[in-house]
């Protein structure tokens, strides 16, 4: 897999049929390897071990109900009330973060109304914060700590 911007970590990766498989320490389980995977992966061990997040408040691969379809958020971090508190969508390096990435998230966020929306394709990371009271969001300059929300 190609580098990333962030971090590297010791990941626990195996082979079987001829694909491979990466053991993702939220869903306590292996997961096919694939390049998007590669970021949340990355970007999940970003999230916990440089950002403070503690890991039972993270969830990959959430389902949502969005008028009558299902939909998976990629990382969704919960509060200790287990409200959601952010999104993050995650896509393969490979693909440029566009308009249409952050409308795919803003979809998301139109059931969890969270407060963070982040998007990375572990090259680029952007995240923003959403003021309810007046309809605004702010780009952030970067990811912030745990402690910060």
Known sequence: ???????????KITNRNGKQYIFDVLRKKYV????????R????RFLLEEKGYPQGLLAN????????????????????DLTA????????????ITQTVFDQITR?????KVEYLVVSNGLNHYC????Y?????????????????
């Open 32 to 39: 096919a390897l694939t390049p998007e995977e590669w970021v």
């Open 128 to 131: 923003c914060r959403i003021n």
């Open 61 to 80: 691969e959430i389902q949502v109900n969005l008028n009558g379809t299902r939909k998976r958020c990629d990382t969704v971090l919960f509060g200790r």
């Open 1 to 11: 897999m190609s580098p990333l911007n962030l971090p590297s970590y010791p990941f």
């Open 85 to 96: 508190r952010m999104i993050v969508e995650y896509k393969a390096p490979s693909v440029e």
């Open 41 to 44: 992966q990355h970007f999940t």
């Open 108 to 112: 998301y966020n139109m059931v969890l």
């Open 133 to 149: 009271s007046d309809y605004s969001y702010v780009f952030l300059p970067e990811i912030p700590c745990y402690k910060e929300l």
